[in-house]
C-alpha cells in the first residue's frame, strides 16, 4: 500500500495563537496543553468535495440573494473576487468559498447582534460559490460597515467579509476574515493584532482593483486566498521504515 | 542572485467570530435564505453501518458550555472509505462523510446523526480504529481546532491505534472516547470537548 503524500507542516508563526489576551474572549477559549504533531493520513488528507448540484448559481449575489424582487440593499456595490491558490501557487478548482458580513452599516442579520444600526431589508449577508478550474471565484455584495463591539469599551471592527474555504483535504480547511485596503481601523483591531506577522496581516487586505471595476455600477476588490500546499508523490511511494 | 524558493504563504487565520450562523448556518441566525444548508446530510437513509447519534458540549476554561460554537466532522464509511477521490475506495450513494452542526444558543448542546465508520489505514500496514475527525471554530478560536472521536465499545482496537498512542499521556488518550449509552432505543454517544483545563481535550497539529 502506498502512503499518501503529506500536505506542509502549517507555519504557525502566520496564525494567531490561541491565546491572545487583547482578544479577551480567547482567554477562557484557548487550549493550553500542546497541540499533538499528527503525520497525514487519509483521514488528514482527504476533504468533502462539493459540487454544482450543492449550491445555485445566484447564490454568490449578496446584492439579490436577499432582495425584494426590483430592490437591492442599501451601500457601496462592490464586486470582490479573487483566486484560491496553494502554497504550490497551484489553483484550487472547484472548492466551495463561503462569506459573510455585516450590512453598510456594520449590522448583522442575526438574532445575537443587537447593535441600533438597523437591519437593510433586502440584505440578508451571506454567499457561496464553488472555484472555476482556474480557483477563480467572485461575489457581489455591498462594502460592509465598521461596528462596536464589546472588548475594550472603545472597539471598533473594520469592515469585513468572513471568509470560509475548503480545499481538498481537511487539513486544508480555513476560516478567515477579508479586510480593505485604506481602512484606518486596520492596525487598531485586537482582532487583527492576533496575528504576529505583519507581512500575514497585509495578505488579509484586499486590494482596489480598477480594472475589474464595472464602470458605473460596481467597485471592484481583489482577494487572493492561500491554502497550504502539498507535496509531489516523487520518493514517496514506499513504505514507512522502507 | 542566490535561488528563491517561491512558494506562497498561507493565508492566516481569523476567528468565526459570534454570528459564524449567518454565513454556515443562517437558519440559526434567524432566516431562510438558501434552497438547502450544507452540512445536515453525513449518511442519507440508503448508507450502511451503524445508526448513531453523537452529542455533547465544548466546555470553556471557566467550565461553562460554548453556546456559539461551530463543529464540522469528516469521516469514512462503513467500509473506511472517504467520500473523496484518494479516500480509499468507492462509497455508496448518499454516503458523503461531512457534517456541520451547532451548538445550541441556550444550553450549548451539539448533536448529529450518523453512522459508525469502519477502520481506516494508518501510514503502514496498521489499521486506525474508528474516528471522527472534528474541526472546531468559535468566537475566542483564532484557529480552527482539530481533535477526533473515538468509541468507548471498541477498545481493543482503540488500544492499537497508531494516532491515540502517539499521545504520551495515557490518562489524556481518554479525552477522545466517547461514551455508549442506550436511550429510546437509540445509541446515543456523549462526547464533550474541553477548550482549557482539567480534563483539556487533546487537539491535533495536522
Sequence with gaps: MSRPSDYYQRNRSLHPPALTPGYKTSVARSPRQSMIALEHSASEITGPVFGHADIDPGDNDLLSNYARPGESPIGERIILHGRVLDENARPVPNTLVEIWQANAGGRYRHRKDTYLAPIDPNFGGCGRTLTDANGYYAFRTVKPGAYPWRNMVNNWRPAHVHVSVFGSGFVQRLITQCYFEGDPLIPICPIVQTIPDPDAIEQLVARLDMNATIPLDSIAYKFDIVLRGRRSTLFENRLEGN | ?206
Design chain 2, 1 to 206: 542572485m542566490p535561488q528563491s524558493l517561491d512558494y506562497l504563504r498561507e493565508t492566516a487565520s481569523q476567528t468565526a467570530g459570534p454570528y459564524v450562523h449567518i454565513g454556515l448556518a443562517p437558519g440559526a441566525a434567524g432566516f431562510d435564505i438558501y434552497r438547502r444548508e450544507l452540512g445536515h446530510d453525513i449518511a442519507g437513509p440508503a448508507v450502511r453501518g451503524e445508526r448513531i447519534r453523537i452529542e455533547g458540549q465544548v466546555i470553556d476554561g471557566t467550565g461553562s458550555p460554548v453556546k456559539d460554537v461551530l463543529i464540522e466532522v469528516w469521516q469514512a464509511n462503513a467500509d473506511g472509505h472517504y467520500a473523496h477521490p484518494e479516500g480509499g475506495g468507492a462509497v455508496e450513494e448518499g454516503f458523503r462523510g461531512w457534517g456541520r452542526v451547532i451548538s445550541d444558543f441556550d444550553t450549548g448542546i451539539w448533536a448529529l446523526d450518523t453512522i459508525k465508520p469502519g477502520p481506516v489505514p494508518w501510514r503502514d500496514a496498521r489499521m486506525q480504529a474508528p474516528h471522527l475527525n472534528l474541526w472546531i471554530v468559535a468566537r475566542g478560536i483564532n484557529l480552527g481546532l482539530n481533535t477526533r472521536l473515538y468509541f468507548d465499545d471498541h477498545a481493543e482496537e482503540n488500544a492499537a491505534d497508531p494516532v491515540l498512542n502517539l499521545i504520551e499521556w495515557a490518562s489524556r488518550r481518554q479525552t477522545l472516547i466517547a461514551a455508549r449509552s442506550e436511550r429510546d432505543g437509540q445509541t446515543v454517544y456523549r462526547f464533550d470537548i474541553r477548550l482549557q483545563g482539567e480534563g483539556e481535550t487533546v487537539f491535533f497539529d495536522i
